[in-house]
């Protein structure tokens, strides 16, 4: 009897199965966060004004921050988040693509700016008019608070880092982004 396996059946039982799991292994969201149901993306799409964010390398320093999201052809949501470096004078753009991770009408999608990697985008509150929305990435070191214009009114800024801080993402940490 022999031990040698052939090297296919080794990449068809322990490797495509690894790489499946790596590719989809982000897709997931804070155990404490559930997210909007009877969600529209017809509504949703559109530009948002990033008014606070957790930091986060890629877009450190950046302000007049936005997210425009578009229906593809294809069915997938196109997303353009765009800001302006001051230190650069420049604008820094970068281009994804958005998948629902379940249903439609449920706020959790899976977006990707590099090739097959998604990570999660769950958006947990969301005003009946689409005006204000909470949004969480795969854990909670993810947070933005987005709006349909670059201010929005103190109560709701309160309600929405309060409800953050309630799930456990360091609101104390948020940067809250200029728009002039």
């Not at 921050?65 to 970068?94: C, F, I």
């Not at 090739?115 to 795969?138: N, Q, S, T």
């Not at 929005?152 to 809250?176: H, M, N, W, Y």
Request: charged share 20%.
């Amino acid at each position: 009897m022999s031990l040698i396996i052939p090297v296919h059946r080794v990449a068809r039982t322990l490797l495509l199965p690894l790489l499946a799991m790596l590719l989809g292994g982000c897709v997931t969201k804070p155990d404490a966060v559930r997210p909007v149901e009877s969600f529209s993306l017809e509504r949703y799409l559109g530009t948002w004004y990033e008014i606070a964010r957790l930091d986060h390398s890629f877009e450190r320093g950046l302000s007049r921050v936005t997210a425009h999201y578009s229906l593809d052809k294809d069915g997938s949501v196109r997303v353009v988040n765009r800001g302006y470096s001051e230190e650069k004078q420049q604008w820094r753009e970068a281009v994804g693509r958005a998948l629902f991770v379940n249903q439609p009408d449920q706020g959790f999608l899976k977006v990707s700016f590099f090739g097959p990697f998604y990570g999660a985008y769950v958006i947990i509150d969301l005003d009946e008019h689409y005006r204000y929305a909470l949004v969480c990435g795969p854990n909670t070191s993810y947070l933005w608070l987005l709006a349909r214009t670059s201010t929005i009114p103190d109560p709701v800024k309160e309600r929405l880092v309060a409800k953050a801080a309630g799930l456990g993402f360091a609101t104390s940490d948020l940067i809250f982004v200029k728009h002039d």
